[in-house]
């Protein structure tokens, strides 16, 4: 089955996190097409999410990752580049490390049903969330957009990377044939 166009949308966005996952050496978007994907392949797309997640959620609540919390998880792979603590209000730090905590069991669940991969290399620093902001305004923002300078800028960013996971989500389950994997997929 051709993968569908939500997740190029889905690709594009990551493009903006970190362009090299995405992107031909050349800066083209070649490889953003029709290709064959097997249930497992589906669900590990969002493994590539959950691991942006938990990254952005566990650091701006507590200025470390996932390996400070559960290294294993994390396969051997690189550790975020330019992601750091935010400065949140004491009532948001703690949901928001909820939030990572909640990511970490995300990654259990699709690593234990499909099995995993060393975490890519996220680059969750200021300079790419000024980027996408500035995509989404239509204009450069004076001051750069810095997601980590306070609570409702945080909170604009991360409502931005689990709605653009959401939307892959929905869209892949009638893709996947494995009742198993739509149930792992569902409790995401």
Do not use: W
């Not at 990572?100 to 995300?106: N, T, W």
């Not at 680059?123 to 997601?147: Q, W």
Request: hydrophobic share 45%.
């Amino acid at each position: 089955m051709a993968i569908p166009l939500f997740l190029c949308g889905f690709l594009a966005v990551l493009a903006l996190l970190e362009p090299s996952l995405v992107k031909g050496g050349d800066g083209s978007s070649k490889y953003c097409g029709p290709i064959e994907a097997s249930d497992k392949d589906l669900i590990q797309v969002a493994l590539n999410l959950e691991f942006l997640e938990t990254e952005f959620f566990l650091y701006g609540a507590l200025g470390k990752g996932l390996d400070s919390i559960n290294p294993s998880l994390a396969n051997g792979g690189p550790p975020p580049i330019g992601a750091r603590k935010a400065d949140l209000d004491p009532l948001v730090n703690r949901i928001i490390e909820e939030f990572g905590y909640q990511e970490v069991g995300h990654l259990r669940a699709i690593i234990s049903a499909v099995g995993g991969f060393p975490r890519p290399l996220l680059d969750l620093s200021t300079k790419n969330f000024a980027k996408l902001f500035d995509k989404a305004a239509g204009f450069p923002l004076k001051p750069p957009f810095d997601p980590y300078a306070d609570t409702i800028k945080y909170l604009l960013a991360a409502y931005a990377i689990p709605y653009v996971g959401l939307n892959g989500y929905v869209g892949t389950i009638p893709y996947l044939t494995s009742n198993t994997i739509k149930s792992v997929r569902t409790q995401l």
